[in-house]
């Protein structure tokens, strides 16, 4: 990847879709985007977590993003990814969904910061961003993570 | 010098020490007049001394320094070993253990001067020198030397050598034609790993400087590594006291050099008798062919691993050995799956994968003996702190210990102790009746509480018993209803097993008065937490007059496990074979009824039925679906302690080696899913904790 391009003051998000939405996520999370695989259900855990894998002797939960932002469950695609996300100490987590588009570089100007209202599901969002003429979401990863940790 | 690195070290060595002080101890306690004893107390004692001087910890070096000072007037005979005189040793290792406590915990040793544990040592070494006072007198100039602690005299050990005739002649000879005589001790650093090629060095270094006539210990000893860090010489030689110096400080990882133009000692007397004091130096033995297991008792500190030949791996070194073997087992496993599959018809293929299976295998057993530690390196702390509970808890006690080679992974053993300690004491405490009690009732007036290791297939159980009063069950109940956590009607219809269990929940004590030792309401709670924590479980048994067991049993290891593969409507989970009793087929007219839950009677044995598919929260599958002939059931019979369940599975997938995994840090398991296991295929299936079912 072409580092020197990108400015100090700007980021590069992976950009997702869910039905028409388009989500983004810091990359420096990403550890790896694999296809979807057969998960094993476990169970009495927290609604949201479909199972986990294995990923290379590893066991990695995965927790499907739509059950999470409790939009409406919708059939797996070709087009369907886990997003393998590294959190501190190495711990690892899989999300579900639906297709993961492309790398985009946003800079702050981009960004349009939104008050969070701890409600709803846009108390996961850092802010809007704007790509050409697409708005994507930024998932704050940090406080999604505290969020399941603390349930 | 940076010594943080050796750090680690030290603490081990030391912890090792205290705890080789502290067995003696005791053992000299019992018999005090055993020399080996104290031998090896005075050996532990100069170790630690020494370490602790080259750690730089000046208080605890003077504290070991007191200690050992005591322990060699005993050696030599002025000093008798009493009570209180023990007392004070133990003192003393207490408080070097704060010294070490405090140097784990802050690389420092603290600044706690322990004057009063020192002014007690140093009170029972001049009543010793009380007794002996005209010995000591013969003795006088260097044993006086040796008594002050004062360290560079100390340091300076050619003083204290003896000087046979005809040395002291050669010496005379060459002062009167103009020679130098030099003594001088040579201290190499302790970290030095070999020392006696530096010795050597040394050695040929002032080859060409002069002649040196004597060396302590021998240039033999010193060429074996028959010597601690130091040695002494005695040199002859026509050049200056600097030029000598420079050739031995020359030599890399030399610490220091002490040399002086040595006074020729007068009189033959008075150099051989402080020879006595210092018996610890081996060149007693040249002389005397007397003192020759001295000799051989300092060769041992030397070369330390004779008895117990080991090395320090670091654990993580073994955890990545572990996890490789768990790939390998996992690969294998995928293998033996696709010949399963293609059903391979190459004999020589089979023959290679149950070569591979038999590699494994063994590698894993090894690794595993690698990994295992005996159950003693906990456990051998506790004689002494009973002993302590004695005197405090003012009870007749003893501890017997059996099976203390009882071998646990390395991860087990780490966690054991804190609950082994704390139902130690709470048998002392609570266990045991007080001795006036005791001789009352007509039992013998020493306690005894066992603590009694063995291993069980795929377990080690450890149990903490007392001949004491038992545990009163009404009472227990008593206490419940008082705090509120039982009602009447509860308490009346409450098993005695509930009832005892009622003592492993949090801040729950009977003792009426709360002591230092226990009562607090911490402890058996903790106790079973951790327990099972690790996989095992704790059981009581108890007879009200004669006394309390504790049951502890423990997984040999966490690691990997046999299992039976079982498959649930589908969905396919590991038992751990280790608490399955067997694996039974019945028809569904054999279940009965008893309120209103599923039991089997199996052989005379009612046995509670749990179906998994339940627990698991999984739809069962419809008849067509399952494709399995509903007139049978098969039903998988665990165990836990002395209870049964029946788990109701749909079919039996076969037996397999598995590699426990935990499941990731933020999906939230229930109790009865241990981890996680990945098949051959690259499927991953849960592990049943079948304890939490029964």
């Excluded at chain 2, 050099?257 to 051989?272: K, W």
């Excluded at chain 2, 937490?529 to 996989?535: D, T």
């Amino acid at each position: 990847m072409d580092t020197n391009a990108v400015s100090s003051d700007s980021k590069q998000y992976i950009m997702l879709r869910f039905d028409s939405e388009q989500y983004g996520i810091d990359i420096s999370y990403i550890d790896n985007i694999v296809r979807l695989q057969p998960i094993t259900r476990v169970p009495h855990t927290q609604p949201y977590f479909l199972g986990i894998i294995n990923l290379r002797g590893e066991i990695i939960p995965v927790m499907s993003m739509r059950k999470k932002f409790e939009l409406p469950d919708k059939e797996n695609t070709n087009a369907s990814r886990i997003l393998i996300l590294k959190l501190e100490g190495n711990a690892k987590i899989g999300i579900l969904v639906d297709e993961v588009r492309e790398v985009v570089t946003l800079t702050d100007d981009d960004i349009e910061k939104i008050t969070s209202d701890t409600s709803d599901t846009r108390a996961y969002l850092t802010g809007v961003g704007k790509y050409n003429d697409t708005l994507i979401s930024l998932l704050n990863i940090s406080v999604l993570i505290s969020d399941i940790e603390n349930e | 010098m940076d010594l943080s690195q050796y750090l680690e070290i030290f603490i081990d060595e030391t912890k090792e020490h205290i705890q080789t002080l502290n067995d003696q101890v005791l053992i000299l306690e019992a018999e005090p007049d055993n020399i080996d004893t104290v031998n090896e107390i005075f050996r532990a004692a100069h170790s630690l001394k020494g370490m602790a001087g080259t750690m730089g910890f000046k208080r605890m070096q003077r504290l070991t320094h007191d200690m050992e000072n005591v322990f060699s007037e005993i050696r030599n005979g002025k000093l008798n070993v009493n009570a209180d005189m023990i007392d004070i040793v133990f003192k003393c290792l207490d408080a070097i253990e704060g010294y070490l406590a405090n140097i784990i915990e802050t690389s420092d040793e603290g600044t706690e001067d322990n004057e009063e544990v020192i002014a007690l040592l140093n009170a029972a070494l001049e009543q010793g020198n009380g007794d002996t006072a005209k010995e000591a007198e013969s003795a006088k100039p260097e044993a006086e030397k040796e008594n002050k602690s004062d360290a560079p005299s100390d340091r300076r050990k050619y003083l204290s050598i003896p000087i046979a005739d005809f040395e002291k002649n050669a010496m005379t000879e060459a002062k009167a034609g103009g020679l130098h005589v030099y003594a001088t001790t040579v201290y190499i650093q302790e970290t030095c790993l070999l020392k006696a090629a530096r010795a050597f060095l040394v050695f040929k270094g002032l080859e060409n400087k002069g002649e040196i006539i004597k060396s302590v210990p021998s240039a033999q000893d010193i060429e074996d590594e028959k010597f601690e860090f130091d040695f002494s010489m005695f040199i002859i030689s026509d050049k200056p006291l600097e030029d000598i110096k420079k050739a031995i400080e020359n030599v890399s990882e030399i610490e220091e050099v002490l040399i002086e133009e040595y006074n020729i000692p007068e009189q033959v007397e008075e150099t051989s008798k402080p020879k006595e004091a210092e018996a610890d130096k081996p060149e007693a033995k040249d002389n005397k062919p007397a003192k020759a297991d001295d000799k051989k008792a300092h060769a041992k500190t030397g070369n330390k691993p004779v008895v117990n030949r080991s090395v320090r791996v670091d654990i993580e070194k073994l955890d990545d050995l572990m996890n490789l073997v768990s790939e390998l087992i996992i690969a294998k496993n995928g293998l033996v799956s696709v010949t399963g599959a293609v059903a391979a018809q190459e004999q020589t293929f089979n023959e290679q994968i149950e070569y591979l299976e038999r590699i494994t295998t063994n590698l894993h057993e090894s690794v595993m003996k690698v990994r295992m530690v005996p159950i003693e390196s906990v456990v051998n702390r506790f004689p002494r702190m009973i002993r302590d509970l004695s005197k405090k808890l003012n009870k007749e006690m003893e501890l017997i210990m059996t099976g203390e080679d009882t071998e646990l992974d390395r991860t087990v053993i780490d966690e054991i102790g804190d609950p082994l300690m704390h139902m130690l004491r709470n048998a002392a405490d609570h266990g045991l009746e007080s001795t006036i009690d005791r001789l009352k009732l007509g039992k013998p007036q020493v306690g005894t509480i066992r603590l009694d290791a063995y291993q069980d297939g795929n377990n080690v159980t450890i149990e903490v018993s007392d001949d004491g009063a038992g545990v009163d069950v009404e009472k227990i109940k008593r206490k419940a209803i008082e705090k509120g956590t039982l009602t009447e009607e509860q308490a009346e219809y409450m098993s005695e097993k509930e009832a005892i269990d009622l003592l492993f929940q949090p801040a729950f004590s009977t003792a009426e008065k709360i002591s230092d030792v226990s009562g607090r309401g911490v402890g058996l709670d903790v106790v079973k937490n951790k327990i099972e924590g690790l996989g095992g479980d704790v059981e009581v048994v108890t007879k009200l007059g004669e006394g309390t067991t504790f049951i502890v049993r423990l997984p040999l290891t966490l690691a990997i496990i046999q299992a039976l593969m079982v498959d649930v409507s589908g969905e396919k989970y590991a038992l751990p074979l280790n608490s399955i009793v067997t694996v039974e087929e019945i028809l569904p007219e054999d279940i009965k009824y008893v309120h209103t839950k599923e039991v089997i009677n199996l052989r005379g044995t009612v046995i509670p039925l749990v179906r998994l598919n339940e627990v698991l929260d999984i739809e069962p599958l419809s008849e067509e679906e399952d494709g399995l002939d509903d007139d049978t059931i098969i039903v998988v019979i665990v165990k836990k302690g002395d209870r049964q369940a029946g788990l109701v599975i749909d079919k039996l997938l076969g037996q397999q080696e598995i590699v426990i995994k935990p499941l990731g840090k933020f999906i939230r398991v229930p109790k009865m899913i241990s981890g996680a296991t990945i098949l051959g295929n690259g499927e991953v299936a849960l592990i049943i904790d079948s304890n939490t079912l029964v």
